[in-house]
């Protein structure tokens, strides 16, 4: 078995639960927030920093692998983990979103996807298939079924049939998964229509993935149609098995989700927005660029003890930000990230102690989006 | 007394030396290669990982932290250590070369350089007294006099006219400094006329300053001309205090300065050249961007002791840089300036053994430029 998950506690109030999950490359404390390595790297980070930030899993992307470097290049540097010296585990995902949000540059049939690549034009093909062709090869430890999405807003016939889609697509992934130190997590599709969402959980749950996903979602649609889809989906999904809802990570929805009985989330907007100036923090964003905070000497977030909350100021970091100094996207995604991973341990705590229905009261009555 | 050097080793065969500076924020072993930290950050690294890569002190500089973030908001953060979280030595340059770059932006009158900020367009004033000023408000332990550089080529009397305002100026700044806690180093000029560089450090060495700097070399002239230079110049510079070619650090013009008994250097190209994927090694540079590299999975520099190299193949370093990841920058910047502190530490054990001239002719056999 590559992967076991153990349901450590549920809770009453809500579908808050705490869990772990043992992997080849160890174990993973849930609810968990994995942030994203799309191109074998967190951006702006080392794999040091990143650890030190709280991290025990990151993602990856097969769509930017198979593009550059190409799979087999990261197989014979002995595999991701190595690759990009990460011991710890790692997911892929399996391109189906990627291709999706190439938009005319892809065409969609029974097969796979055909489409051209962002960089050079050149024509490639995403089948169930090669996509586990290509994520077995990368070697993560846990793989994600090859999926289509739909947009946000979309009509019901195209979402059914993608959704229908999407769950041939994930025997055709079943079938071809050959690997047995990787896990293969289904996904649930459906968009925003419940009545999807539960046929769509109830196929997938059916096909007995070790994990499963919820995919289609913060896709732009208002956040409370995700909590919908979200209350309609994870009730059908396997207590037993850890669920995953799909490029979802800022605090509140994070939050939303827990409460929810999801147990993992990731998502590039840590480090995108630290790229950008933006600090994340429990009550909300602070644009350090902005000049108010030219003089302020505090730390970002007054109590965090990541690296940069610890080392340095507002001002310093807001100096580097304004001067396009690379240092300054480092510092923020530190924080960001650590940020969202002790939020998350924070979550663990108050569900472990019985009050996490508080928690999440406290938190939106502080946080402002 | 602020700083003090002491004279360690002296060798037979050349002018290469071995010695010891202290200064409030710990002592600097010479030979020595600091890295530069423009806007108050060594490019793409933290002073971390500048550290772990064996740097003992760092430049900043005042033109550049003048504009941004301003010098008083420096002071009001608590001085240039604490603002940029860097607790050992700092050097800060006077801006003097930076607006003498500016060309038509800049205007050169005995009371000082009016100049238009490269950024915004607005206008300003650097003199000697200015200089200081701001170099003593940013609190480094080693700040430079004010000098007017010269370009390369110029004519004799333009640079000696520079020349000898420099040494106005530096009377001048001698004059404004007030900080017990800093020293002040000369910097002698000259351009490439050998009449005017002996000149010039006889009128700077009989200013008895704590340190000597040679500066207006390595702008454009051919590197035999800087050796020239340096043979007239730094055996009229006092023994008993530390020598700095300034803006001068690749491995070749480390190893011909230190035979000519330079004892300080600095160079924006370790990470300049980093961010562009190209490494600094002892037989050379190695373009990591090249697709000769792409499936390389040895190290940058075979033997190197650097985190790069402990971690990260060729093959990843180049993808990273393929795909304009920030951390390709940072790893090459960590291997660019270990490699140079690295060389210079075995610099340094050459002198002591009393084999520097052997280190050097070996050194050559095996580097192109």
């Not at 927030?33 to 993602?59: D, N, R, S």
């Not at 697509?169 to 996904?187: E, P, T, V, Y």
């Not at 539960?198 to 059916?206: D, F, L, N, P, T």
């Not at 644009?287 to 970002?300: C, E, H, K, L, M």
Request: charged share 25%; with cysteine; aromatic share 8%.
């Amino acid at each position: 078995m590559s992967l076991s998950f153990t349901l450590k506690k549920t809770c009453k109030d809500t579908m808050a639960r705490r869990g772990r999950i043992e992997t080849p490359h160890g174990a993973i404390e849930t609810p968990v927030f994995m942030p994203v390595g799309t191109q074998a790297t967190v951006k702006a980070m080392t794999p040091e920093q990143v650890k030190a930030a709280g991290a025990e899993i990151v993602l990856a992307n097969t769509y930017h692998l198979y593009l550059r470097p190409g799979h087999e290049l990261v197989a014979e540097a002995g595999g991701l983990h190595r690759f990009m010296n990460w011991g710890k585990p790692i997911l892929t995902d399996s391109g189906g979103f990627q291709v999706f949000s190439l938009g005319a540059l892809r065409k969609i049939t029974e097969e796979g996807v055909k489409f051209q690549s962002h960089l050079d034009g050149s024509r490639h093909m995403l089948s169930p298939e090669k996509a586990m062709e290509i994520e077995q090869t990368l070697g993560a430890d846990i793989i994600m079924a090859f999926d289509e999405c739909t947009a946000y807003p979309a009509e019901y016939n195209t979402v059914a049939a993608a959704m229908e889609r999407t769950h041939r697509w994930a025997q055709r992934c079943k079938k071809a998964k050959a690997r047995d130190d990787q896990a293969l997590f289904g996904i649930v599709q459906g968009g925003t229509f419940a009545d999807l969402r539960q046929e769509s959980a109830k196929a997938i749950a059916a096909m007995d993935f070790p994990g499963n996903a919820i995919g289609g979602l913060s896709v732009g649609e208002p956040k409370p149609l995700m909590n919908d889809m979200l209350d309609v989906t994870t009730p059908l999904l396997p207590e037993n098995k850890p669920r995953y809802l799909m490029g979802v990570g800022s605090f509140d929805c994070i939050v939303d989700g827990v409460a929810r009985g999801v147990d993992m989330f990731d998502c590039v907007l840590q480090t995108r927005v630290a790229r950008n100036g933006t600090a994340l923090t429990r009550r909300g964003r602070v644009v350090i660029r902005n000049a108010t905070y030219s003089r302020d000497f505090s730390p970002i977030e007054e109590g965090c003890t990541c690296y940069t909350c610890q080392n340095y100021t507002r001002a310093y970091v807001r100096h580097l930000i304004k001067t396009s100094e690379i240092l300054g996207a480092t510092l923020l995604s530190i924080h960001n990230v650590h940020a969202t991973i002790q939020f998350v341990n924070d979550i663990r705590t108050a569900i472990e102690e019985d009050r996490f229905a508080a928690f999440k009261d406290d938190f939106f009555a502080n946080y402002h989006n």
